[in-house]
Nanobody, 124 residues
Framework: QVQLVESGGGLVQAGGSLRLSCAAS????????MAWFRQAPGKEREFVAA????????TYADSVKGRFTISRVNAKNSVYLQMNSLKPEDTAVYYC?????????????????WGKGTLVTVSS
């Protein structure tokens, strides 16, 4: 059983930056593809970014491409999401997720493990 704990959320002005962190425990972190999803009030959970176990291959939702960067440090059992040029529409609860495959990590219905989320609020 893998436990995921997110941190780093908060209130930021539009145009600002935040870095989210996700710490994993209870499993072999290096064998899981990792991802970030988000859920805005009244909306469905949506994919944001994913990273392969190799730490090199990544993929992003079009809405965040060029502004967000996902990374991982297997030695620290951690995955990160650097968010720049934030917009009010980025306001959401951000969830860390783990799946056995890179492709599975891009679909919320395939995710093996979820964190509890961290709230990001971007003011205009």
């Amino acid at each position: 059983q893998v436990q995921l704990v997110e941190s780093g959320g908060g209130l930021v002005q539009a145009g600002g930056s935040l870095r989210l962190s996700c710490a994993a425990s209870g499993g072999t972190f290096s064998t899981y593809a990792m991802a970030w999803f988000r859920q805005a009030p009244g909306k469905e959970r949506e994919f944001v970014a994913a990273i392969h176990i190799n730490g090199i291959s990544t993929t992003y939702a079009d809405s965040v491409k060029g502004r967000f960067t996902i990374s991982r440090v297997n030695a620290k059992n951690s995955v990160y999401l650097q968010m720049n040029s934030l917009k009010p529409e980025d306001t959401a609860v951000y969830y860390c997720a783990a799946d056995r495959t890179f492709w599975g990590a891009q679909d919320s219905s395939n995710i093996d493990y979820w964190g509890k989320g961290t709230l990001v609020t971007v003011s205009s």
